[in-house]
């Protein structure tokens, strides 16, 4: 008897960490790095914009980043920085970014590391490969970095938010022609709101952002949507990756969120302890069964 309850309780445990109900969310990461480059002279410099969230009920400890540029042609460090960030509050986010100067052109590879009080919390990797100058006559190449909103004040008697939401652009190539931007918030399918600013001309390699006001309706969920034109011409549209609930957030106080590329599939997670515990969840059920039938 004993045995059929010992199994029946981790058949329910395994279904339950294979569903997710179990999924620890209560923790601070990094929840994703942008890189960009710029050549100035002779330094290059690469500048590592770093997304901090923190989705424990509690603040965090004294926060802080590694960051390393790995010189794939050698796997070498070629330059090292490390920054404090202080805590990140409950429930929130921010981001932090480093400059890094490199010596050459070529692949790289940044690794950021984010620790708690010395404790390595998380870690992430990604790839980038640093050109060289671009000529005169270069086209551009913009990309969206983030969005910051922030509220500032309620009116209408508090059914209303005055919201200023400030996108990055980051243009990658050479000189732009003149760039517009366009700030769509969505209520449903049949209900936006819609800003514009003129951006101007982008110098290759220069990071910039644009500014829009809206007055938007306090209790509901917004999906972001922005758009960049050059001439007219959409070059990149990139949609903010979570719904926001204004209601929730502190007057005075910015946001900082991901942008990503309209069109980009979700990352799908690799499977982590959660799926080895499940592992041997199910391992342990079979070993029963076996034992019981002999």
């Known amino acids: 008897m004993r045995k059929k309850y010992l199994m029946y309780c981790i058949f329910i445990g395994s279904l339950l960490i294979l569903s997710g109900c179990l999924q620890e969310n209560n923790e601070i990461y990094l929840s994703d790095v942008d890189v960009m480059s710029d050549s100035k002279d002779d330094e290059i410099e690469l500048k590592v914009i770093s997304y901090i969230r923190n989705d424990q009920n509690t603040d965090s400890e004294s926060l802080s980043i590694e960051v390393k540029a790995i010189y794939l042609s050698s796997n070498l460090v070629t330059t090292i920085e490390d920054v404090d960030i202080g805590y990140v509050k409950k429930n929130s986010q921010t981001h932090n970014t480093v400059s890094l100067i490199i010596p050459n052109t070529g692949k790289y590879e940044i690794e950021v590391l984010l620790l708690e009080n010395g404790m390595v919390l998380d870690e992430y990797h990604t790839h980038v490969e640093v050109q ?3 000529n005169a006559g270069q086209p551009a190449d913009i990309v969206l970095t983030d969005m910051t909103l922030d509220v500032k004040q309620y009116v209408d008697r508090a059914s209303n938010v005055v919201v200023d939401i400030s996108p990055g652009i980051y243009n990658q190539g050479g000189d732009s022609e003149p760039l517009t931007m366009e700030v769509t918030a969505s209520v ?9 600013d003129d951006l101007g001309i982008v110098k290759g390699s220069n990071h910039i952002r644009g500014n829009v006001r809206m007055i938007l309706p306090k209790n509901s969920k917004y999906s972001f949507t922005v758009v960049v034109k050059e001439n007219g011409n959409t070059v990149y ?3 903010v990756d979570e719904e926001i ?7 005075n106080t910015p946001l900082v969120y991901k942008i990503i590329k309209e069109g980009t599939p979700p990352v799908e997670e690799e499977p982590g302890f959660h799926g080895l515990i499940a592992f041997i969840s199910i391992l ?3 070993i029963i069964i076996r034992r019981t039938k002999i």
């Not at 049949?190 to 514009?196: A, P, Q």
């Not at 609930?245 to 007057?251: A, D, G, N, T, V």
């Open 132 to 134: 060289e100058k671009l």
């Open 284 to 286: 342990l059920i079979y």
């Open 245 to 251: 609930e204004l209601k929730q957030i502190k007057i």
């Open 237 to 239: 549209t990139g949609v």
């Open 188 to 196: 449903d399918p049949y209900k936006h709101y819609i800003e514009s």
